[in-house]
């Protein structure tokens, strides 16, 4: 029987002797890098790091045959996208990257032998991993908020199917109703998620069901974005959302599923649901822990010049799941990071410097389909940690003109549209 | 003897010496310019509502990035952008992109 990793192995040497006769290019032929999750983070790596070096063998190991973006699944509650709409796939990595797309499901990683075990039992080695798996829900974090809670109320932070049974709540809710949304404490993915996605649901109920309210039960007591989205509510949906800071009581204590209740004041206050959207609070995903790749904080401490995890040599941790000074964890960091870290792999297997690295991130929220708003920064290394350049980036102006507001809902199309042709091609 | 030596030496370094350099300064400008892909689109080839960055030249790209940093140009997020960059930050991303430059600007 040929495992799958004497077939690779049989691969490597013929592409090692096919390289034979061409130096420049021998330093990395027959070098196989393993990229492990294929949203933002892995997929740019993979088809970055086949950009960069052409001799490089990159396998991609995702469980999913399709991805569906986080980003622009809020519009999807709205009403304004489809699931569809959100979908990616990886035949463009494989085609016209030359990634070796797998799909399957990787049970473990040995961070020692860079070996990654398949759910199937089937064995790959790597002379280096790119750990870009993600967040995982935190079960044990808020009482009764345990895994099959998020049956009855979506988190809907990974999307698929969780979007969708959160939109047919939303649709089958009465008028007059209320949405709860709970947000966690920092770190979490995607910063503003929580905010955007209370306009988004707001413009749906302001249409179909205009006697509703939201109430956004916060463990933080300020989120990104603050002012222009809380303008952009007073304009908007005018009296239908309700956010409720740690300090006054947002923080939550414990959940009943059963009643869609969620409790605050360690339990001396209780909120009732129509559709509880509970976010809770999130580490990274359950692979880079049996991976060894997490510390204390839950995420991934890793060299942040070349995502090198701090704890293993030759595995590299992106996205989400890991810790990236000042980046907050979104799809346009994972992927700028993804761009780094495949310039560090190319130039460490050259054995090449490094250059300056530098990185970037444009959040935009929308908070109607022509009302825009961003958050914006460039980052260099200072003192080892990412950090924002002093003077650029920012948040869009609060005095800006409607029109101002409206280039920027464009903008935002305009960037999904970009990354995801950047990240899956 | 020792000079010609030396020659000989600098003779056969040069291309390699060279070569270095400018995959170095590749591997920087891709550094920089990388990121606009985000929002611009693959090589700048955007497929939405944001310019295209591809078909442009490296002194359209450089004059319209000072411009935004300046303010001398309206913008909504390029303005905040821009700031983070420096002159030779600057030269080194237009001529990234620029390279593609079809001629038309």
Not at chain 1, 290 to 297: F, I, N, S, Y
Not at chain 1, 339 to 355: E, N, S, Y
Not at chain 2, 84 to 91: H, K, L, M, P, V
Request: proline letters at 6%.
């Amino acid at each position: 029987m040929v495992t799958r990793r004497e077939f690779l192995g049989v691969g490597v040497a013929a592409l090692g002797a096919a390289a034979v006769g061409v130096p420049r290019r021998s330093w990395s032929a027959g070098v196989r890098v393993v990229v492990v999750g294929g949203g933002f983070g892995g997929a740019t790596c993979a088809r970055y790091l086949r950009r960069l070096d052409s001799s490089l063998n990159v396998t991609l190991v995702e469980r999913e045959s399709t991805f569906y973006t986080c980003p622009f699944s809020n519009l999807v509650l709205a009403g304004l996208r489809s699931m569809e709409d959100i979908a990616r796939d990886y035949q463009g990595l494989a085609e016209k990257d030359g990634v070796d797309v797998l799909p399957a499901e990787v049970a473990e990683i040995d961070p020692v032998s860079r070996r990654l075990t398949l759910a199937d039992g089937d064995v790959i080695e790597a002379d280096r991993i790119v750990v870009a798996p993600g967040v995982d829900m935190r079960w044990d974090a808020i009482p009764g908020y345990a895994a099959s809670a998020a049956d009855t109320l979506p988190h809907a932070w990974k999307a698929g199917s969780q979007t969708e049974l959160l939109r047919a709540q939303l649709g089958g809710m009465p008028d007059g109703g209320v949405v709860i949304i709970t947000a966690p404490g920092n770190p979490y993915r995607c910063p503003p998620g929580p905010y955007e996605r209370a306009c988004m649901i707001a413009y749906y109920l302001s249409r179909e069901k205009p006697r509703s309210k939201i109430l956004i039960l916060d463990a933080k007591e300020s989120f990104p974005k603050q002012g222009l989205f809380t303008a952009a509510w007073d304009e908007l949906y005018p009296g239908m959302i309700e956010w409720v800071s740690g300090g006054a009581g947002g923080i939550v204590s414990s959940v009943d599923p059963a009643t869609r209740t969620v409790f605050t004041s360690e339990d001396f206050e209780q909120h009732k649901g129509d559709v509880v959207n509970f976010i809770p609070p999130q580490f990274a995903a359950q692979v880079a822990h049996r991976a060894d790749l997490v510390d204390d904080t839950g995420w991934c401490p890793v060299d942040q010049s070349t995502f090198e995890s701090a704890r293993h040599e030759g595995i590299h941790v992106i996205g989400d799941a890991c810790l990236a000074g000042a980046m907050p964890k979104s799809g346009f960091s994972a992927n700028s990071q993804a761009k780094v870290c495949a310039a560090a792999i190319v130039t460490a297997l050259r054995g090449q410097d490094l250059p300056p690295p530098s990185y970037a991130n444009t959040c935009y929220s929308l908070a109607g389909p022509d009302y825009g708003i961003s958050v914006a920064a460039v980052y260099r290394l200072q003192g080892g940690k990412i950090a924002a350049v002093e003077g650029a980036g920012g948040v869009s102006p609060s005095d800006a003109s409607a029109e101002f507001r409206s280039r920027e809902a464009r903008y935002a199309e305009g960037w999904y549209d970009s990354i995801s042709a950047d990240t899956w091609g | 003897m020792r000079r010609q030596l030396l020659l000989v030496a600098v003779t056969l370094l040069w291309p390699i010496l060279t070569f270095a350099q400018a995959s170095g300064q590749d591997l920087r400008a891709y550094m920089l310019a990388s990121s606009c892909a985000a929002c611009h689109g693959p090589d700048g080839d955007s497929p939405g509502a944001i310019p295209p960055l591809r078909g442009k030249s490296p002194k359209f790209i450089a004059l319209a990035l000072q411009e935004f940093r300046s303010g001398a140009s309206d913008s909504t997020v390029m303005g905040r952008m821009a700031k983070g960059y420096s002159d030779e930050e600057i030269a080194l991303i237009a001529e990234w992109y620029g390279k593609n430059n079809d001629g038309t600007e």
